[in-house]
């Protein structure tokens, strides 16, 4: 659901109300039931439904066409009732993730002409249990591949770094070719 049609009108609602709040707050850390963070986050009288979902609407800037669609989206996460969140974020038995990724560039070459040059890549996670994701091959083989350039010190740049030189993007490179066979 969160990353259909209609994503960051949802986002946005949910940086509205609060979701997306980074802020530590001290219930966050205790075990309640989605309805009752639901109403400390948005600041509503009551866990109730109606009452969280008047809130909701009190907080945001949704158009009127929207409204149905974002409040059935905020249901089917739950965070009106006690259910937890994971279980409705958990693939299916057998079910894998798909990772695919689309860079479109526009070049203009020495001789004065334009191109569009494109690069995609597609990733499958593995079905096997216990086998990872496409995002946690995706995301975690680089950051892997980083922290073991910091402890073997062959990185010794700090701060937020970019991969746009050989030192930091060729070990990168490699270990994705290997691990998940990029070409």
Same mark, same amino acid.
């Given at each position: 659901m969160l990353k259909y049609v209609g994503f960051p009108e949802f986002v946005k609602v949910l940086v509205e109300i609060g979701f997306l709040n980074d802020e530590e707050q001290r219930f966050r850390k205790e075990a309640v039931p989605w309805e009752e963070a639901t109403q400390k986050i948005i600041s509503s009288p009551s866990s109730d439904e109606k009452d969280l979902i008047v809130t909701i609407c009190a907080k945001t800037t949704f158009k009127d066409e929207e409204k149905a669609r974002i409040l059935r989206a905020l249901r089917w996460l739950r965070i009106?009732?006690?259910?937890?969140? %994971?279980?409705?974020?958990?693939?299916? %038995?057998?079910?894998?993730?798909?990772?695919?990724l689309q860079h479109k560039f526009e070049v203009e070459l020495k001789a004065g002409t334009k191109q569009t040059r494109t690069s995609t890549f597609c990733e499958y996670?593995?079905? %096997?249990?216990?086998?990872?994701?496409?995002?946690?091959?995706?995301?975690?083989?680089?950051c892997a591949v980083a922290i073991k350039q910091v402890l073997d010190s062959t990185l010794s740049e700090k701060g937020i770094l970019a991969p746009m030189n050989g030192k930091i993007n060729n070990p990168l490179i490699k270990e994705l070719k290997e691990a998940i066979k990029v070409p």
């Open positions: 009106f009732s006690s259910e937890k969140v %994971e279980k409705k974020m958990q693939l299916g %038995e057998g079910g894998r993730d798909l990772m695919m996670g593995s079905i %096997e249990p216990g086998g990872y994701s496409a995002m946690a091959k995706i995301v975690g083989i680089p």
